[in-house]
């Protein structure tokens, strides 16, 4: 499988995403300007692309911590 050239890093199409991404406001439009910055070689940190998954897995961590717990003493 060959590897897709990046597109370079100038011109309208560019500076057009970077504007979109100033102004982005949710992230599932960051998850779609993620994916064009791809293209260009570049992209967005995950905490800007899932700003909720710190307390999702935080929460999956406290309920296996509690039933672990609750399996210890019940055993």
């Known amino acids: 499988m060959e590897r897709e050239k990046k597109k370079p890093r100038e011109g309208r199409d560019f500076e057009e ?20 910055l791809r293209k260009y070689g570049d992209g967005m940190p995950l905490y800007d692309r899932y700003p909720n998954l710190p307390i999702w897995v935080s929460s999956a961590a ?14």
């Open 17 to 36: 995403l970077l504007d979109r991404l100033r102004f982005c406001s949710s992230a599932k439009e960051a998850r779609a300007i993620h994916k064009e």
């Open 62 to 75: 406290l309920v296996l911590a509690v039933v672990c717990l609750l399996i210890k003493i019940a055993y």
